[in-house]
Structure formats: C-alpha cells, structure tokens
C-alpha cells in the first residue's frame, strides 16, 4: 500500500488573517507618517492672554501687566499696542517683542497709568498680524484692585 504523504504548511485561512494583519499595520503605518508629514503644513496663528493684572498704588497711579502668548505655529509679525476700554492715555513705551515666535509669550507693561478706579472692570483687547497674513485677537477683562 502506497502511504499518503500529509502536506505540511500554513492553511489558507491562517494566510488570509495574517495577510489582512499585514495590511492593517501597514495603512496604520502609513496614515501616521503621512499625518505627521502633511500636519505640519497647516499653518494656523492664535492668540492667548496668559496673564492681565492692575494694580492701583497708594499714590493713585496704577501698574498694568499684561502677557500674551503665541498659541500658533506661526510668527506673529506685528503685536499691536492693547487697547483697554475705559483708559486712553496709556504709554506702553518701549515694550518688547513686538513679534511674537510661534509658543513664545511676549510681555507688555505700562507703569504710572492715571485714572484708574480700584474695583472697576477694564476689558483688554491685543490685536497682531501673523507672517501667514492671518489676524489674530485676544481679549480678557479684569478689575482693578490696590
């Protein structure tokens, strides 16, 4: 009698799984390198007012600090002076930087401000352009205290 030789080798549904397996990972792969490639591309300019304090001393002049940070991934170019309703003899003077790097935060302050009232709400508004031409804006309030 003639032995029958069994056939050693992976069946053909067990190809069919790894096979799909395969390709999974390879699209995963795939789908990641090119969302990190093209990610990058987007440019997008935001602002953000990290911080927004006066403070009025016993001589009746007041100090205003601001911070404002660039939450884009571009630069903003041209940080334009704050308007603060309300106040309009602000001298910011020299304040720097007046470009914002993408993730940076710039700092601005004005000392000596006259005619402010402690308790009094003052709203905030920073306005730029970023090197994209896009413009961008923050606004924040707060009150005025000793």
């Known amino acids: 009698m003639l032995k029958?030789?069994?056939?050693?080798?992976?069946?053909?549904v067990l190809i069919s799984v790894l096979l799909?397996?395969?390709?999974?990972?390879?699209?995963?792969?795939?789908?990641?390198?090119?969302?990190?490639?093209?990610?990058?591309?987007?440019?997008?300019?935001?602002?953000?007012?990290?911080?927004?304090?006066?403070?009025?001393?016993?001589?009746?002049?007041a100090l205003i600090l601001i911070e404002v940070k660039n939450t884009g991934n571009v630069k903003i170019q041209k940080l334009d002076p704050p308007i603060i309703q309300g106040l309009s003899s602000i001298t910011w003077g020299e304040w720097t930087p007046k470009e914002v790097d993408a993730g940076k935060t710039a700092y601005i302050s004005a000392s000596g401000v006259t005619g402010v009232e402690t308790?009094?709400?003052?709203?905030?508004?920073?306005?730029?352009?970023?090197?994209n031409g896009m413009s961008v804006s923050a606004s924040s309030s707060t009150l005025a205290h000793p």
Not at 4 to 12: A, H, N, P, W
Not at 119 to 131: D, Q
């Open 119 to 131: 308790g009094k709400s003052y709203p905030l508004l920073i306005t730029g352009t970023a090197t």
């Open 20 to 61: 799909i397996v395969i390709a999974l990972v390879f699209v995963g792969l795939l789908y990641t390198f090119g969302r990190g490639l093209f990610g990058g591309l987007s440019t997008t300019a935001s602002l953000e007012i990290t911080k927004y304090d006066i403070t009025v001393g016993s001589d009746g002049n």
């Open 4 to 12: 029958e030789k069994k056939k050693l080798g992976i069946s053909t």
